[in-house]
């Protein structure tokens, strides 16, 4: 279930980098290295780390193994960013009133199509675990972005953070539908035949007349709510002609 499949990078991949400013515990490392890979980032740069990656940050990428392997060790963050052609820092920090001038944000879901002329590389930018950015490092972001979790307690860990902002790139960009999440909607001859077999089951049905078409309209409605398959409602029929097969035998029974 967790294996790495053998599947190019997405195109966006090229453009996206990941930079960890001072990350204070090498398991988050490890653990932003798996998210960004979950969804198709794989240029990450620490900045203030050196040395080897410990056994835990290993064992927190699972099978992003690669993303620490060309991971880009920094001293400073301009460094990090050298080769960028705009820069996108991200807190959770709130200000309130009137004055927020170094928190002016945008969203997640804003930054790719914002972004989706720009050429060059676009780095997203992610200060420690602790106390996120500093104000000094804020300025030299060009955007700043913020998740909208709830007021009440807005800051994220850290890699749970790095997931929504690149899933963000995924949603816009991504051209690969997930096995089992296509093929939504029916075939016209399936649903009328739903259609009529529902009708068929509620005239059979032992009660007053005028309740069946608030049962035929209910049945429909909640049925089709799910969105189901084509062979999800051929399983749905084949219980609906059994349903009318004993109820026809119940009234055979007590005639």
């Known amino acids: 279930m967790g294996e790495r499949r053998e599947v190019t990078l997405p195109a966006y991949s090229d453009t996206v980098c990941v930079v960890l400013v001072e990350p204070e515990h090498d398991g988050n490392i490890g653990a ?6 979950n969804f198709g980032v794989s240029d990450l740069r620490v900045v203030g780390r050196v040395g080897e990656w410990s056994n835990e940050a290993r064992k927190r990428a699972k099978n992003a193994q690669i993303v620490l392997d060309d991971c880009i060790l920094t001293e400073t963050l301009e460094e990090a960013v050298s080769d960028c052609s705009i820069v996108i820092g991200t807190s959770g920090k709130r200000e309130d009133g009137d004055k927020t001038s170094m928190r002016h944000f945008i ?3 804003e930054i790719p199509q914002r972004l989706s002329g720009v050429e060059g590389r676009i780095a997203l930018v992610f200060g420690p675990e602790g106390k996120g950015l500093l104000n000094d490092q804020l300025v030299e972001c060009d955007l700043l972005v913020t998740i909208p979790s709830w007021e009440g307690y807005p800051i ?6 790095v997931s929504i902002i690149c899933y963000s790139w995924q949603v816009a960009f991504g051209s690969n539908i997930p096995s089992g999440s296509g093929g939504r909607l ?6 009328r035949q739903l259609r009529s077999e529902i009708r068929g089951l509620v005239e059979s049905l032992p009660t007053k007349d005028h309740k069946r078409g608030g049962i035929e309209e209910t049945l429909n409605r909640v049925i089709m709510r799910g969105l189901p398959k084509d062979d999800e409602i051929h399983r749905i029929i084949g219980v609906i002609n059994m349903s009318k097969s004993s109820l026809s035998n119940d009234r055979e029974n007590d005639s």
């Open 156 to 161: 994220l860990n850290l890699s749970h953070a």
């Open 32 to 37: 932003v290295a798996r998210s960004m890979l």
């Open 186 to 191: 029916l075939d016209p001859n399936l649903r």
């Open 107 to 109: 969203l997640p879901d």
